[in-house]
């Protein structure tokens, strides 16, 4: 049969595509494919029930009463059948794997196994085949029999299966049903199936049928048995019984049926008149159904070698086709990394990376400085508050200002300004570290993801700790003093002169006593007369809250100049992070990427092999379905 099917590339593209479990399995499938092609014989399985006539219907083929008939059944082994040689003989290999050849001359060692193993005498050729095949003690446990036949009515090359047969509802007989289906599934090319005339369709059969034969059953025939036992008018009934029991259950439109009388095909010694007419039809329906079943064998043999070739091709598809998508996202995948992580772009890819990674940062140093302000301008307007209070509070005139009030505020004010740079140290500075911390980490590791399909690149990179130096107290200095002695001199000269007047018109009224008394009251109206000590705490008040202000204002300056420092620091620490980055992963992505391409040459080029082999199987399939059709209709 030319199917243009090449087996050896077919096994060739099994052992190229699969593995494992699915390898084995479908190179096991070939391998009975590549030996059912290779084999020139036809095989012809027989399927029965116990009392199904089964024993009997192979004798008819042969026209030798050689199996036993009405027997239990025995052997779960198949029993091949074959005319060839020239003398009738047995192989029969036991489930101990001891084997024998027996002819009727050489049959002793086979008779002393069988008497000591079992202790069944056998004195011919034909106890050993009745015992072999019928006798329970010795029949379970053979493993394998083959029986050549050299005057055999069956054509040379045809093998006669005879299968195990079983009873209904024995369920010690499930290993029957096993081997019965391996043999018509892997090694008959037709199998007849045999029903006797009073129950067509059991239950057993049935189900057997469905549960382990319903893919087999368009190579199968239906053969009802003991056809003589039933009255013409019954015949056709039960045959179109079975017809329809076949198209209803398993879907068979046109079932291949045949009825039959076995006995009418074996040699009797007479046969009685009123039968004689009757015993030749069947007779004649059994040679006419001998004739089209020999016929049919070969073209059966066709459709079962194209089946078993079709199914190979759809497992084989079906594997090559997932082959093709995996290889298929693995060149997706290669050209994907092929396309985002080329070696100009590291620059790009790192480079967009600082630039997040410093807006962050400047983010930070904005809201640290919004923040500063507010604690500076919040610091100054309490320790000015602190300085007006104080000096308001003066109850001496203010002339022990620069011992009392003044060395009271300056306490309060570096108190305050010293909780504030410590505030901006271990507060605000040290999370202005943290932050830059996890900047730092979100940017490498934003990185080392992008690149994360790139082994090389899968290494931490060490990062420069990055430091804030701590901001010191700075003295404070008022400019109180001049502005003090200033009032004061002027209170002193005030009151001197209002002494001078004072006396003078005292004298002028009461003598010397009026002249001191008025020089008295003359020096206490000088100082009212000139600056009051009100005016004089406004004064000092405005000075300080100047003083204050301009020195919170240098710390602010101060601060700023720091914290844009490390502004420009932990800027410059970030693009030598990149830099380092693009410095050391330059030269491992070219090699990779080198490699990469590569790979897509090479994946490339197996995905055209795997379309290229895919077609071939697919046209493979198209001639084999071409050819099951034709066997088919032909």
């Not at 459709?303 to 997932?322: C, F, M, S, Y």
């Not at 809201?367 to 302000?373: A, G, M, N, Q, V």
Request: glycine content about 4%; hydrophobic content about 35%; overall charge neutral.
């Amino acid at each position: 049969m030319d199917l243009a099917v090449s087996l050896p590339k077919i096994e060739s593209l099994i052992s190229s595509y699969l593995s494992g479990k699915k390898k084995v399995a479908l190179l096991d499938k070939y391998m009975n494919l590549s030996n059912r092609v290779a084999d020139a014989k036809f095989y012809l399985a027989v399927v029965g029930e116990f009392s199904s006539g089964k024993s009997t219907f192979i004798n008819a083929l042969l026209r030798k009463r050689l199996l036993k008939e009405a027997v239990k059944p025995t052997t779960a082994a198949a029993t091949f059948i074959e005319k060839k040689g020239k003398v009738l003989k047995i192989d029969v290999t036991f489930n101990d794997n001891c084997k024998f050849q027996a002819t009727e001359i050489n049959k002793l060692d086979l008779c002393d196994y069988i008497q000591n193993q079992f202790n069944v005498v056998c004195n011919t050729l034909k106890d050993l085949i009745d015992g072999l095949t019928s006798v329970q003690e010795i029949a379970i446990h053979v493993k394998e029999l083959h029986i050549d036949i050299p005057d055999a009515n069956i054509p040379s090359g045809v093998v006669l299966i005879d299968t195990p047969g079983f009873n209904p509802g024995d369920s010690e007989l499930g290993n029957h049903f096993e081997v019965t289906k391996s043999i018509v599934e892997n090694v008959a090319d037709v199998a007849l199936i045999l029903m006797p005339s009073e129950q067509t369709m059991s239950a057993s059969i049935k189900n057997f049928m469905q549960n382990s034969l319903s893919q087999y059953l368009h190579r199968c025939r239906f053969i009802i048995t003991k056809g003589d036992n039933l009255i013409p008018s019954e015949r056709d009934i039960v045959v179109n019984f079975l017809s329809e029991q076949l198209r209803s259950n398993f879907n068979l439109q046109t079932p291949k049926i045949f009825i039959e009388s076995s006995i009418s095909a074996l040699p009797v010694v007479s046969i009685p008149d009123s039968k004689r007419q009757e015993w030749n039809m069947w007779k004649t329906k059994f040679y006419t159904f001998e004739t089209e079943t020999w016929k049919s064998l070969s073209q059966q043999k066709d459709t079962i070698v194209a089946e078993h070739i079709n199914n190979i091709l759809k497992e084989l598809l079906v594997e090559l086709r997932k082959t093709l998508q995996q290889r298929q996202q693995e060149l997706k995948q290669e050209q994907y990394l092929l396309g985002t992580c080329k070696l100009e772009q590291i620059e790009v890819v790192t480079n967009k990376l600082l630039d997040q990674s410093t807006a962050q940062v400047n983010t930070k140093i904005a809201s640290i400085k919004r923040k500063l302000e507010s604690q500076i301008t919040s610091t100054t307007l309490s320790c000015q508050s602190f300085s007006d209070s104080t000096i308001n509070a003066a109850n001496d005139g203010m002339y022990n200002f620069e011992t009392k009030e003044k060395v009271c505020i300056e306490n309060e004010v570096k108190s305050k300004s010293r909780r504030l740079i410590e505030g901006v140290n271990h507060q605000i500075m040290s999370s202005l570290r943290n932050d830059v911390k996890a900047i730092i980490k979100e940017l490498r590791s934003q990185f080392e993801s992008h690149y994360s399909m790139l082994p090389a690149l899968q290494r931490n990179v060490k990062v420069n700790e990055i430091s804030i130096n701590d901001i010191s107290v700075s003295a404070i200095s008022f400019s109180t003093s001049a502005y003090i002695e200033k009032k004061e001199s002027e209170e002193n000269q005030a009151a001197g002169a209002g002494a001078i007047i004072g006396g003078f018109l005292g004298f002028l009224v009461g003598g010397p006593l009026g002249a001191a008394a008025g020089a008295a009251l003359g020096g206490a109206g000088g100082v009212v007369a000139g600056n009051t000590v009100e005016e004089k705490k406004t004064g000092v008040k405005e000075i300080l809250r100047k003083d204050i202000k301009n020195y919170f204002d240098n710390i602010s300056i101060q601060i700023k100049e720091v914290v844009n420092t490390r502004h420009k620091y932990i800027i410059g620490e970030l693009k030598k992070l990149c830099s380092d980055h693009i410095r050391k992963y330059g030269g491992d992505v070219e090699l990779i990427i080198q490699k990469h391409k590569e790979q897509e040459v090479i994946l490339s080029k197996k995905i055209q092999t795997i379309h290229k082999d895919i077609n071939y199987l697919e046209d493979c399939e198209e001639n084999v379905n071409s050819k099951l059709i034709e066997l088919k209709y032909s």
